[in-house]
Nanobody, 124 residues
Framework: QVQLVESGGGLVQAGGSLRLSCVAS????????MGWFRQGPGKERESVAG????????AYVDSVKGRFTISRDNAKNTVYLQMNSLKPEDTAVYYC?????????????????WGKGILVTVSS
């Protein structure tokens, strides 16, 4: 199994920044494509960003393009989500996710492992 633990969430004012971290353990981290999902109040969970095993390819949902950056450090078994220019609509529980298949890392039904989630609250 793979265990995923998120950190770095909290309360931030609109326009501010946060960096989420997700530390993986249990299996070889570099075997997995990684991603971030989020679920806001009254909303369905959605994919936010994905990154390939090597970090060479990334993808983002349109609503965060230009503001969020996903990255990974395989030596540290960690994936990051740098969130800049935060908006109140970014308020959500953010979930780290791992998949063996790059084609499914941004699909809920393709995720093999989930973190417990971490709350990000953006105040206006």
């Amino acid at each position: 199994q793979v265990q995923l633990v998120e950190s770095g969430g909290g309360l931030v004012q609109a326009g501010g920044s946060l960096r989420l971290s997700c530390v993986a353990s249990g299996r070889t981290f570099s075997n997995y494509h990684m991603g971030w999902f989020r679920q806001g109040p009254g909303k369905e969970r959605e994919s936010v960003a994905g990154i390939s095993r090597s970090g060479g390819s990334t993808a983002y949902v349109d609503s965060v393009k230009g503001r969020f950056t996903i990255s990974r450090d395989n030596a540290k078994n960690t994936v990051y989500l740098q969130m800049n220019s935060l908006k109140p609509e970014d308020t959500a529980v953010y979930y780290c996710a791992a998949s063996l298949r790059v084609t499914t890392i941004m699909r809920m039904d393709g995720v093999d492992y989930w973190g417990k989630g971490i709350l990000v609250t953006v105040s206006s």
